[in-house]
């Protein structure tokens, strides 16, 4: 059992030198997630997302950059072989009660998740870029 308590979303965000957010370079984790994240095993820089200030913004350095890239470098062929345990089938859901205001997950979801993921951290290494962890 974790010793954290998951916040109830998170984004992750690009800026840029000037400090303005890149729209296209941003990705949502709620609550499933992030619960489905630190859950697995052998990942500790996902795991380390759900112990993020819910209310503020982290800047990742990049020795936390590298070690977010490599987690999710070591995930995906796993989640490709569902060698993993089985992601939430609905994210966006927690405390509703009602799945229409959630979106499909699942193992596609999953997949598309840590491609969008490993694109920022990509581009979070060019000059001026900087990646942002802010609490909802």
């Not at 630190?38 to 993020?52: D, W």
């Not at 060698?83 to 009660?97: F, R, S």
Request: a negative charge; aromatic letters at 6%.
């Amino acid at each position: 059992m974790r010793a954290l308590e998951c916040p109830p979303m998170l984004s992750l965000e690009i800026a840029d030198k000037n400090g303005t957010w890149i729209a296209e370079a941003s990705t949502v984790l709620d609550e499933e997630l992030l619960d489905y994240l630190a859950g697995l095993s052998g990942f500790p820089a996902l795991e380390a997302l759900c112990g993020l200030d819910s209310a503020g913004k982290t800047l990742f350095d990049e020795p936390a950059r590298e070690a977010l890239k490599r987690d999710v470098e070591a995930l995906a062929p796993q989640v490709e072989r569902r060698q993993v345990p089985e992601p939430p089938a609905y994210v966006g859901l927690e405390g509703t009660g009602d799945i229409r205001v959630g979106e499909e997950f699942g193992w596609a979801g999953l997949g598309e998740f840590l491609r969008r993921l490993h694109r920022m951290l990509v581009l979070a290494r060019q000059p001026g870029m900087e990646m942002w962890a802010v609490g909802e």
